[in-house]
C-alpha cells in the first residue's frame, strides 16, 4: 500500500490516530522540535508543506507569521480533520503528481512523508522550480539505515547501497516506503541547485528515555534525517 493511500485505509488511519493521541510516536518528543530548530523565521514567508497529515506543522508556522501557507496532503481522511487558521490553504494532491506556479514559495517544509516519494529527484527538481532565488527547503525522513534492510529488522543492517522500495508492516501489511542513501539524498540536492545548510540525525537524550521509555531503542541508531537547504540564486 502506497503513501496516497495509505492514509485513507481505515485500519491504518485508526492505528495511527491511536498513535499519535497517545504520543507513542517519534514526532512530538523527537521530530518536530528537530524540525523546527532547522527552519527560518516564518514571518512574511509563503510556504509550501508538502504531505500536511492534519496540518500541525502548517498551522504553526501561520501562527509564527508566515504569509500564507499552502498545505499538500493525499488524504481526504487526514484533510477532514485538518485545523483551521486563515493563512492556512489546504489541497488535496499527490505530492508525487503536484504542480504549482514557478517562484511562487520562499520556504518548502516537509515533516516525514518524502520516503513514501519513489521519484525523489523529479521531486526536488519541481521544488527547485517552485522556490524564490534564495528559497530554503527543510525536511526530515526516516534514516537510510532504518529504511534499509530488504526485510525489517531492529538490530541488522542491510542492502543500504539498493535503493528502491521497501514494504514493511505498520498497523496493515505491505507498506511501500522508499530507500536512498544520504549521499544519493544530498546529490539530489546539489544537482537541483541547492546548497546544504544542514544536516540532523537526532536521537534521544538519556533523561527523555527515562520520561519516554519507548524510545529507548532510537539511542541505538538515528531514526531520523533532517536536511535544510537553501536554493542558490
Known amino acids: 500500500m502506497k503513501g496516497a493511500e495509505l492514509y485513507d485505509d481505515p ?9 499519535r493521541r497517545e ?9 518536530i522540535p528537530a524540525l523546527k530548530a532547522l527552519l527560518p523565521p516564518a514571518a512574511g514567508l509563503r510556504v509550501l508543506d508538502l504531505g500536511c497529515g492534519e496540518g500541525g506543522l502548517a498551522q504553526w508556522l501561520a501562527e509564527a507569521g508566515a504569509a500564507e501557507v499552502l498545505a499538500v496532503d493525499a488524504s481526504a481522511s487526514m ?9 492556512v490553504r489546504y489541497h488535496r494532491s499527490d505530492i508525487a503528481t503536484l ?9 518548502v517544509v516537509s515533516s516525514l512523508a518524502l520516503h513514501y516519494v519513489e521519484d525523489f529527484d523529479g521531486l ?8 524564490s532565488p534564495g528559497g530554503r527547503f527543510v525536511f526530515s525522513v526516516e534514516h537510510p539505515v532504518i529504511t534499509a534492510p530488504v526485510q ?4 541488522r543492517l542491510d542492502s543500504y547501497a539498493n535503493e528502491g522500495p521497501r514494504q514493511r508492516k505498520w498497523f496493515v501489511e505491505n507498506v511501500v516506503k522508499y530507500h536512498r542513501t544520504v549521499s544519493s539524498t544530498l546529490a539530489a540536492l546539489r544537482e537541483h541547485g541547492f546548497q546544504l545548510d544542514m544536516l540532523a540525525e537526532p536521537q534521544p537524550s538519556e533523561a ?3 520520561r519516554s521509555p519507548h524510545l529507548a531503542i532510537h539511542r541505538e541508531r538515528p531514526p531520523l534525517l533532517l536536511v535544510a537547504a537553501t536554493l542558490r540564486p
Not at 11 to 19: D, H, K, R, T
Not at 23 to 30: F, I, S, T, V
Not at 79 to 87: M, T, V
Open 11 to 19: 485500519v491504518f488511519l485508526a492505528g495511527y490516530q491511536q498513535l
Open 23 to 31: 504520543r507513542r510516536g517519534l514526532n512530538d518528543e523527537l521530530e
Open 79 to 87: 484533510l477532514a480533520n485538518a485545523g483551521q487558521h486563515p493563512r
Open 99 to 107: 504542480e504549482l506556479a514557478l517562484r511562487s514559495f520562499d520556504l
Open 124 to 131: 526536488v527538481g519541481r521544488i527547485s522550480r517552485w522556490l
Open 152 to 155: 525489517e529488522s531492529a538490530d
Open 208 to 210: 527523555l528515555v527515562r
